[in-house]
């Protein structure tokens, strides 16, 4: 169980959470219908990590943007990634540690939620442009 955050251990992570996103029934399939060649995916995941565990600023992408037209991704499915996350996170460090990449996904899977499902509507009940 790692008791500190580093680039290695978060490496391990991205691979495990993602190995078992990749078999996963509901998952796998919308993932490795998307995702053609896994290893520069965990690149950009562990840079993505890393930036936000240890604030390096190795990452420059758009999270938002890589997951918007995503086929087949669905609001309801963010709650079984968390889970899959949680699992992970819990399996590989230290309870403190788990609970803070926990809390830093949670507010991202928000975010993304937000970003890609919300769609605010006017007085009339009619959604807006």
């Known amino acids: 169980m790692f008791q500190a955050v580093t680039e290695a251990n978060i490496r391990v992570l ?42 390096d600023g190795g990452y420059k992408g758009d999270p938002l943007g890589s997951h918007k037209d995503v086929p087949g991704i669905a609001e309801e499915l963010f709650s079984r990634w968390l889970s899959l996350f949680e699992h992970t996170t819990s399996d590989l460090y230290h309870p403190d540690l788990a609970a803070a990449f926990l809390q830093r996904a949670q507010r991202m899977s928000k975010s993304l939620v937000a970003g890609m499902f919300y769609r605010p509507e006017n007085v009339d009940g009619q959604a807006l442009p």
């Not at 959470?17 to 562990?46: C, S």
């Not at 993505?48 to 565990?53: A, G, I, R, T």
Request: charged share 20%; proline share 5%.
């Open 14 to 55: 991205v691979e495990t959470f993602y190995g078992r996103v990749r078999k996963d029934d509901v998952l796998g399939p919308i993932f490795n219908a998307h995702i053609a060649d896994w290893e520069p995916h965990f690149q950009t995941l562990t840079r993505f990590w890393c930036s936000v565990m240890l604030a």
